[in-house]
């Protein structure tokens, strides 16, 4: 009977610390994700948490500091026809709104003609992949050991024109130096890298 009570309590002791290392391990945040497609899919995943799957953005933009990790901000509105949009910044995985922003459209226009949403169309998984292309093509073409992300943010025009829109990548050398910028189509076909 007491070897059955330790069986018990053993068990039930596995069972508390792989919950625990499970809970642990899911529980990283959005500035301790990989600049991959599946660290930017997260980002994603955290984005539609906080403001919803059909959410509409101007702007948004993922850049990483060693010291803090990644910074995700944005302009966001759940009402395009509204014409009201707010600014929010996620720094060590708190969200803060730092400004309101009342747009004006060209009359007879739909304020969400120039507004994009993330979808198949616009991914940040397809992102996140794009980014670790570029530092592979960095390492492979310029010896770069360790490229890290300096920012990484969908660009749309202003002007609404949808097939107009890119990914922009700003990659550096891990200890800092000459930043080399990638252009992507939505497809992902690379526009042009400089530096």
């Not at 660290?39 to 993922?62: H, M, P, R, V, W």
């Not at 490229?147 to 990914?167: D, M, Q």
């Amino acid at each position: 009977m007491k070897l059955t009570y330790l069986k018990q309590n053993y068990t039930q002791l596995i069972l508390i610390a792989l919950t625990l290392t499970l809970v642990c391990s899911c529980g990283t945040g959005t500035s301790k994700q990989s600049a991959n497609a599946e660290g930017f899919t997260n980002i994603e995943q955290e984005l539609n948490s906080k403001f919803g799957k059909n959410a509409y953005y101007t702007d948004l933009s993922i850049s990483y500091d060693a010291t803090i990790g990644n910074m995700i901000s944005v302009t966001v509105t759940e009402d395009p026809e509204s014409l009201k949009m707010e600014q929010w910044i996620n720094s060590q995985d708190s969200w803060e709104q730092t400004s309101e922003i009342t747009l004006e459209v060209p009359q007879g226009s739909k304020a969400a003609d120039f507004m994009f949403q993330l979808n198949d169309a616009i991914s940040l998984s397809q992102l996140g992949a794009l980014v670790a292309n570029s530092c592979d093509q960095l390492k492979s073409e310029k010896n770069i050991e360790n490229p890290t992300l300096s920012i990484a943010h969908v660009k749309f025009p202003k002007n609404g024109e949808f097939s107009k829109a890119e990914y922009a990548i700003n990659l550096k050398p891990e200890n800092g130096g000459t930043t080399f910028r990638f252009y992507y189509k939505l497809n992902g076909e690379l526009i042009k890298m400089d530096y």
